[in-house]
């Protein structure tokens, strides 16, 4: 397999700790480091390490030190080398993907099960009914017709293509396509733009969703570590574009999922401007844009009118709702709609009528869904610092989950004890590829904060109760 992204020996070399400060012989501390950094997600799966020279250059050790610490690695099947093309980060062979369990696993009949297996928000109370009651009147016009509109209702895509337009986005509405949520939209869009063997670059972590989808098209996917402070680490983002050059970039700058993380301006510019070079098409996903305790920045369609973007309604409004959208060029959009045609015929009248009601209706939701959201969010990070203070917790500005830093490689086994105990949730290894980011849980904060609290203390015993000792991280990454 073709190299697909580069760390160089001083790159490398900056992720590291002091060696000579750790226990035991450097080679060892060497070894343990590159390991923890892949099996975090800080170094991507099938990324070349720098040479043993390179490496022993910029780390002021010995030549020797590098191989055997190379060796160790090669050992324990995190490291692969290929003769003449050098030498690559993996994981131990049986280490596979996992598929998504959060909605398939049957929800538990038991009333005291806290479910954060998912980043949503219940509907705005007192609002679904009188929307439904309004689009119900609107329906004898359509009943008039046959009812068929691949690319979605006119007045829906007029409603959604005003929404990009107050926000600085000029769009028509033949630039919309409507679809039956987000994931749906990204589905489509990767059934249209990729085939087997493409590579689609993704933030690490990303939506599970989003690497589900780009699996079952047989894509590559090119996971770039975010940075370690949050945010995109631009540096690497370009990097890996140009390395690469993939096909998809597949984004979540607006309080993404699972970080919550805002990415600003700069970056945007110079990761839009990067992709363009590598002649990537950019999709970003909107999903929480509506989201933000902090200004929104400017969406990625002002900067570049040739990014495509992916919305909906499931975040800000509801789930249940299954109505999102693309905005894309108006040439993208027919061919959206010839696609469509042969899947479903598109979406049903009846809730694509409800969604129009819904925008109008956004502008004077959002403000105390977004006060009951920053509140919550506010006391799950209490309850984190008081009962689990030895997790390292970076505060979302937006976004409906943040992201949790163990101290210890132990996330499944967490959410596994953590069922029983109560509290459902799910491993960071989902949010990554190839079972890496071990250290991690998303830690959604939709509910309210009781529940949120609750489910923290339960967390904490749980992860009281592991024992470190009888499981290591690295076996539990091998699924
Ligand atoms: C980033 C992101 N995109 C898409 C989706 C899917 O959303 P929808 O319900 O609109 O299909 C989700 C759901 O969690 C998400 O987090």
Not at 42 to 71: M, N
Not at 278 to 294: C, N, Q, R, Y
Not at 430 to 444: A, H, K, S
Request: charged share 20%; with cysteine.
């Amino acid at each position: 397999m073709a190299p697909v992204m580069r760390i160089g020996g001083r790159s490398l070399a900056a992720l590291l700790p002091d060696l000579h400060s750790q226990r035991g012989p450097v080679y060892a501390a060497l070894c343990d480091s590159v390991t923890a950094l892949i099996l975090d997600g800080r170094i991507g799966v099938e990324t070349r390490l720098p040479s043993e020279r390179e490496l022993a250059t910029a780390l002021q050790i010995s030549r020797a030190t590098v191989t055997a610490a190379y060796d160790a690695l090669r050992t324990a099947g995190f490291l692969v080398s290929r003769t003449g093309s050098g030498s690559f980060a993996t994981v131990p062979s049986g280490s596979r993907p996992r598929t998504s369990l959060a909605r398939w696993s049957s929800q538990s009949e038991a009333e005291d099960v806290i479910d954060l297996s998912c980043a949503t928000l219940s509907a705005p109370p007192g609002v679904l009914q009188s929307v439904v009651v309004d689009a119900a009147a609107a329906l004898p016009l359509y009943a008039e017709t046959d009812g068929y509109d691949p690319g979605g209702l006119p007045v829906l895509r007029e409603a959604i293509a005003d929404r990009f337009r107050r926000r600085g986005v000029p769009t028509s509405p033949d630039q919309i396509f409507v679809t039956n949520g987000a994931l749906h939209g990204l589905d489509l869009l990767m059934r249209l733009l990729i085939g087997p063997g493409d590579r689609i670059l993704t933030e690490l972590p990303t939506y599970p969703g989003t690497l589900d989808a780009a699996r079952r098209v047989g894509a590559r996917t090119v996971a770039v570590p975010m940075a370690a402070e949050g945010g995109w680490d631009v540096p690497a983002m370009v990097a890996a574009l140009r390395q690469t050059a993939p096909r998809l970039a597949l984004l979540i700058p607006d309080f993404h999922n699972p970080t919550g993380a805002l990415i600003d301006g700069e970056s945007r510019k110079a990761v839009l401007r990067a992709a363009r070079q590598a002649g990537t098409t950019v999709i970003v996903d909107e999903s929480f844009v509506e989201l933000g305790f902090v200004e929104p920045e400017t969406p990625c369609a002002a900067i570049d009118s040739s990014v495509v973007t992916i919305g909906s309604l499931s975040k800000p409004f509801w789930g249940g709702l299954r109505i999102g959208w693309i905005r894309a060029s108006v040439d993208l959009v027919q061919r959206l709609a010839v696609l469509r045609a042969s899947i479903d015929l598109g979406g049903a009248v009846l809730d694509q009528l409800v969604a129009a009601q819904v925008f109008p209706a956004l502008d004077d939701l959002m403000p105390a869904r977004l006060a009951g959201l920053l509140s919550q969010r506010d006391a799950l990070l209490a309850a984190l610092r008081r009962e689990l203070p030895e997790w390292r917790v970076t505060e979302p500005q937006g976004g409906l989950s943040l992201w949790a830093e163990l101290d210890a490689p132990m996330s499944t086994p967490l959410s596994l004890l953590a069922a029983p105990a109560g509290v459902l949730v799910v491993p960071g290894s989902r949010f990554g590829v190839d079972g890496t980011l071990e250290r991690f849980l998303r830690i959604p904060f939709g509910l309210p904060a009781e529940y949120l609290t609750e489910a923290v203390t339960r967390l904490a015993t749980v992860w009281r109760q592991l024992d470190r000792n009888a499981l290591p991280g690295r076996q539990l990454v091998v699924a």
